[in-house]
């Protein structure tokens, strides 16, 4: 008489053992880890990205506004020095 593995066991319900292990481990039973069947997932759709130009004038802009700002300070501060 040989001993069947769960391994063994998942194979003949078409499961990868794997997915079985999984599920033993998250608390399932071995008897509902065998026969809930796998669910797959939609592979990962691309994600839509705004194009380089739009993003870029966004960057830009807020550099832009950076350096406007830091040479009012600049000048700011060097007009109250010299008084």
Request: proline fraction near 5%; hydrophobic fraction near 45%.
């Amino acid at each position: 008489m040989k001993n069947e593995t769960i391994a063994d066991k998942a194979r003949a319900a078409g499961i990868d053992p794997g997915v079985v292990y999984n599920r033993l481990q998250r608390g399932w039973t071995l008897a509902k880890a065998l026969k809930e069947p796998v669910k797959h997932r939609r592979k990962n759709t691309p994600v839509t990205r705004v194009p380089a130009v739009e993003s870029r004038k966004t960057a830009d802009g807020i550099i832009g506004s950076a350096m406007i700002i830091a040479i009012v300070i600049t000048i700011l501060v060097a007009f109250f020095l010299d008084a």
